[in-house]
């Protein structure tokens, strides 16, 4: 049941935030304390998990509210691999409200639809039933909507039309899939149609059957990631979106936990056998990501590319099917998340400050603003992944895991891959220069430094980089156990005895 207050608590409260309508700032500060408490509820549940048991604090509602001819419920749960996510989320959301604390204009439905946003996030991580997990999904883009749409940049109206166009395609691709796995599903619930995850994870597909859901499951995913070529999408919505740290640190590792929950699992034997292809799509994603990224003038769109990049690292990291590499996944989905979630809020920053979204319109920031300064340079080189910060182990153990892969079978994936580390140098240290170093426009002098409140944010994600840097077994002794039990569900597979051969 804790688990269910923890998910809801944000969105039901956000309804009193209408009571402080006359009062934006009191509005402004209960939001903050609503995440700050849904915070503390998830550290709660890390504290009280078990790292060597599976699902847990699981909660089961509305059974058979389809009567019974349908065994679709409310059902929520963590293991090692969500409840990483799940409290990387309750803490992103926490530092989100506070960074929105600059938000003028329609303060309570601002801070409605991001608490709003919560909770379907969470809920997308808990979500043990797949039909619940697609409502979560679906109910995510109404706050994703408004937010991009209403509080976005110039071009908003634009970003948040093709926002939800490409989700709600993608959305509707996955839910046939929902409906055909249901479907499939009776063989193992008594001729019933389910959804019940933990019920389909002992379905047995025929192989054509399984690359079929494979790919409608796989596509819907892909588009989310975004893996090239589906990533038209990304740079508009995160260059417009005023959620920018809490979109690339929390949305975009939703799509990469699916595809490790949903594809690897219920169709490991499709997954396997199409590992080698979208390990080339995972690569070319990876330096077509840097690439542009080094290419770009506009702060964010250059910070929206390197995310693409990022995400790459994962999708090689999902198909390199090995216990490193999955462990790396984790590791990389929460230390990506928070030096591109830091580097988006001082681009914003600057850019509402000065209102240039050019680098080439910044220099010498360091005089005037020595903390954002700082800041920026750890963000930075915790992006391109120096050692001792949130990125480098992450960014380790996936290719230590694409090298040794079997599923991949050459280690050319992982050698190329790592190109994209050095592109990543490319693009990301020249950014820092031109912003905080050599000579400064004068216009630029009256540019102010963080606050108090935006200091205490910046300080926060750097300590937990450092955090992941130093002490990367605190997190993977949580997901250890989840990682080993996805590798050997895939190695389990009856119908695999020639291809297991090849882990």
């Known amino acids: ?27 402004k500060l209960y939001a903050v304390l609503v995440t700050l408490v849904t915070f503390g509820l998830g550290l709660f549940l890390a504290l009280n998990f078990n790292a060597e048991a599976g699902f847990q604090f699981q909660h089961v509602a509305l ?49 409605f639809f991001l608490l ?38 110039a071009r908003r109206a634009e970003a948040a039309t093709k926002f939800v166009l490409y989700m709600l395609t993608a959305s509707l691709v996955m839910l046939v899939g929902v409906i055909y796995v249901g479907y499939m599903g009776r063989e193992v619930n008594g001729g019933i149609f389910t959804t019940d995850y933990q019920k389909l994870l002992a379905l047995r597909l025929p192989f054509d059957v399984e690359q079929i859901l494979f790919w409608i499951f796989g596509l819907s995913f892909f588009v989310k990631s975004p893996l090239f070529p589906l990533h038209t999408w990304a740079a508009d919505v995160y260059s417009e979106s005023p959620t920018g740290a809490v979109l690339t640190g929390v949305l975009l590792k939703m799509a990469p936990y699916a595809l490790v ?13 199409y590992a080698p292809l979208i390990g080339v799509l995972a690569v070319i994603t990876v330096l077509y990501g840097a690439s542009v990224a080094a290419a770009q003038r506009q702060m964010k769109r250059l910070l929206a590319f390197s995310s693409v990049s990022h995400l790459g690292f994962l999708i090689l990291g999902i198909f390199a099917f090995s216990e490193e590499s999955l462990q790396g996944v984790i590791l990389y989905m929460l230390g990506s998340g928070l030096s591109t ?11 509402q400050d000065y209102g240039s979204k050019d680098m080439h319109d910044y220099g010498g920031l360091k005089k005037t603003m020595p903390l954002a ?18 990125g480098f182990v992450g960014e380790f153990l996936i290719l230590i895991g694409a090298f040794k892969s079997q599923a991949l079978g050459t280690g050319l994936y992982a050698s190329l891959s790592a190109i994209g580390v050095i592109l990543a140098v490319v693009y990301m240290l020249p950014l820092t220069q031109r912003l905080f170093f050599g000579e400064m426009r004068q216009a630029l002098s009256q540019l102010r430094d ?48 020639e291809r297991t051969q090849r882990f």
Not at 85 to 94: E, G, H, I, K
Not at 138 to 144: D, F, G, T, Y
């Open 261 to 273: 929950r949903f594809n690897l699992m219920l169709f490991p034997e499709a997954s396997l056998s």
């Open 341 to 351: 979630g830091l580097l988006f809020l001082i681009v914003a920053k600057l850019e």
């Open 373 to 390: 300064a700082s800041a920026f340079l750890v963000a930075a080189m915790a992006s391109v992944g120096l050692p001792g910060l949130s």
């Open 116 to 153: 709003m946003l919560e909770t379907c996030i969470l809920g997308i991580f808990a979500a043990t039933d797949l039909f619940l997990y697609y409502i979560f999904w679906e109910a995510m883009l109404i706050p994703m909507y408004f937010l991009i749409g209403m509080w976005g940049g």
């Open 1 to 27: 049941m804790i688990l269910t207050i923890t998910i809801f608590l944000p969105f039901l409260a956000s309804f009193l935030l209408f009571a402080f309508a006359r009062a934006e700032r009191f509005a």
């Open 450 to 497: 963080f606050n108090l409140r935006e200091a205490v944010i910046a300080t926060t994600m750097i300590l937990a980089m450092l955090w992941l840097g130093l002490m990367p077994n605190s997190v993977l002794k949580f997901s250890a156990s989840s990682s080993r039990a996805t590798i050997e569900h895939l190695k389990a597979m009856p119908k695999q005895a």
């Open 63 to 111: 059974e058979q509210w389809l009567g019974s001819s349908a065994d679709i419920k409310y059902s929520v749960a963590l293991d090692g691999l969500s409840l990483a996510l799940f409290v990387f989320a309750t803490f992103m959301f926490m530092l989100g409200a506070l960074a929105s604390w600059s938000v003028e204009k329609s303060v309570c439905e601002y801070f």
